[in-house]
């Protein structure tokens, strides 16, 4: 599944009624990227800058523990968003955010 910006916006907040001109203005905001497989989009640790989504792909989220053992917290699929708790309270990201395909 392959969804573009606002589609991803309403599934993810269907309470939020965009009024004339919002949607645009946010928009020019947003940034898209495309990943590798195995690409990292941020490390255990890292403050993320942003609230993320996955448009299309998978992202797997995980940490990794001081023994170096790796746990998968969840995998991150179309249509879903992720990364707001580091990203509104500015302290560093629990897990790594790593794409498991093309994302």
Not at 26 to 55: H, I, M, N, P, Y
């Amino acid at each position: 599944m392959a969804l573009d910006a606002r589609a991803l916006f309403d599934l993810n907040f269907p309470d939020i009624a965009w009024r004339d001109g919002q949607w645009a203005e946010a928009e020019s905001r947003l940034r898209t990227r495309k990943l590798a497989a195995g690409a990292t989009l941020f490390a255990q640790g890292d403050a993320t800058s942003a609230l993320f989504g996955v448009l299309a792909g998978c992202i797997e989220a995980r940490f990794s523990n001081a023994q170096g053992q790796t746990s998968v917290v969840e995998n991150v699929e179309a249509g879903r968003t992720f990364g707001l708790a580091s990203f509104v309270t500015g302290l560093p990201s629990t897990y790594e955010a790593l794409a498991l395909e093309p994302t």
